[in-house]
């Protein structure tokens, strides 16, 4: 069965995780107006034109219903469903269609539901599934949340370092193990790559428990990768400072301003340096008491 995902139009909202799914829907309605000549506008006032004439063809308004979903336009898209579950009371997307619309609308506890019954009954849809995993996030189900992220990571090819940080949120929350979250952490940087994302949280999980030099470690891998050193050695000498080893912290902040002072000078002041150089010599002068 062709499902609404199947055109891909709004699979870029579900592969964020809520937070940022939220705030999008929010800016795109906020400058609706702005944009009210865009394309996908355009679509939705053609698709109106012909509802006018053809008000139960349900394709129509199935085809308009998806493309408000894809921009976040949630209640437009909310008040197309009720009408399409009145035409089409036995058509199964629309369960599907509801727990996105409820998801996209900050509803993750009345999208789960919706969401789980299409996946149960289509368990190798990966964009399905990834929705529901981020309606278990959103509902604070942590342990659900988990093991639907790990079924999203294992059925698809193609990793997100999204998918593997939301995975290590939801375990720290369901309170897993540091070795657990950061085995999940690895996978992710072995399959990506050493993102900045997926290193800072791995650092973060091995500061938490401790191993300061593991979690320093980590951003070594970073600065050696980059020609540009000076923002990794800020951030090995905060993770020394938080882990109370103030005399390597204050080595990492002196040899960051060596790197900057290494820059050619119109690199110096730029902006980025200049924030920088003024933080890390905030830091040398707070005798690490920040």
Same mark, same amino acid.
């Given at each position: 069965?062709?499902?609404?995902?199947?055109?891909?139009?709004?699979?870029?909202?579900?592969?964020?995780?809520?937070? $940022?799914?939220?705030?999008?829907?929010?800016?795109?309605?906020?400058?609706?107006?702005?944009?009210? %000549?865009?394309?996908?506008?355009?679509?939705?006032?053609?698709?109106?034109?012909?509802?006018?004439?053809?008000?139960?063809?349900?394709?129509?308004?199935? #085809?308009?219903?998806?493309?408000?979903? &894809?921009?976040?336009?949630?209640?437009?898209?909310? @008040?197309?469903?009720?009408?399409?579950?009145?035409?089409?009371?036995? *058509?199964?997307?629309?369960?599907?269609?509801?727990?996105?619309?409820?998801?996209?609308?900050? %509803?993750? /506890?009345?999208?789960?539901? =919706?969401?789980?019954?299409?996946?149960?009954? %289509?368990?190798?849809?990966? *964009?399905?599934?990834?929705?529901? @995993?981020?309606?278990?996030?959103? &509902?604070?189900?942590?342990?659900? @949340?988990?093991?639907?992220?790990?079924?999203? $990571?294992?059925?698809? &090819?193609?990793?997100?370092?999204? /998918?593997?940080?939301?995975?290590?949120?939801?375990?720290?929350?369901?309170? *897993?193990?540091?070795?657990?979250?950061?085995?999940? +952490?690895?996978?992710?940087?072995?399959?990506?790559?050493?993102?900045?994302? +997926? /290193? #800072? %949280?791995?650092?973060?999980?091995?500061?938490?428990?401790?191993?300061?030099?593991? @979690?320093?470690?980590?951003?070594?891998?970073?600065?050696?990768?980059?020609?540009?050193?000076?923002?990794?050695? !800020?951030?090995?000498?905060?993770? !020394?400072?938080?882990?109370?080893?103030?005399? *390597?912290?204050?080595?990492? =902040?002196?040899?960051?301003?060596?790197?900057?002072?290494?820059?050619?000078?119109? !690199?110096?002041?730029?902006?980025?340096?200049?924030?920088?150089? #003024?933080? $890390?010599? &905030? #830091?040398?002068?707070?005798?690490? /008491?920040?």
């Amino acid at each position: 069965m062709r499902t609404p995902f199947g055109n891909g139009l709004f699979m870029n909202l579900l592969r964020m995780p809520l937070r $940022l799914l939220e705030l999008l829907a929010a800016l795109v309605l906020g400058t609706a107006a702005a944009t009210a %000549h865009g394309p996908f506008h355009e679509q939705i006032q053609a698709l109106t034109l012909e509802l006018q004439s053809k008000p139960e063809d349900v394709s129509l308004l199935a #085809r308009r219903c998806d493309i408000e979903r &894809a921009h976040g336009l949630w209640p437009e898209a909310m @008040a197309d469903l009720v009408q399409l579950e009145k035409l089409a009371p036995a *058509d199964p997307t629309n369960g599907l269609r509801r727990g996105v619309i409820l998801l996209g609308q900050g %509803h993750a /506890v009345e999208a789960v539901p =919706y969401l789980r019954k299409w996946v149960e009954k %289509h368990p190798d849809g990966t *964009d399905e599934r990834l929705a529901l @995993a981020q309606a278990c996030m959103g &509902a604070k189900q942590w342990t659900h @949340a988990t093991q639907e992220f790990s079924t999203v $990571l294992a059925s698809s &090819a193609e990793a997100r370092a999204q /998918v593997f940080l939301d995975r290590a949120q939801c375990q720290q929350q369901a309170g *897993d193990s540091a070795t657990n979250i950061l085995k999940g +952490l690895d996978e992710g940087i072995v399959r990506i790559g050493p993102t900045p994302q +997926l /290193v #800072r %949280h791995a650092a973060e999980v091995e500061l938490l428990r401790g191993a300061v030099e593991a @979690a320093v470690a980590r951003f070594g891998v970073l600065a050696e990768r980059s020609e540009r050193k000076e923002r990794w050695l !800020f951030e090995q000498g905060e993770l !020394f400072r938080r882990g109370g080893r103030w005399e *390597d912290a204050q080595r990492c =902040y002196s040899n960051a301003i060596v790197a900057l002072e290494s820059l050619p000078p119109k !690199f110096q002041r730029s902006l980025l340096s200049v924030e920088l150089r #003024r933080e $890390l010599e &905030a #830091r040398l002068g707070s005798g690490g /008491v920040r």
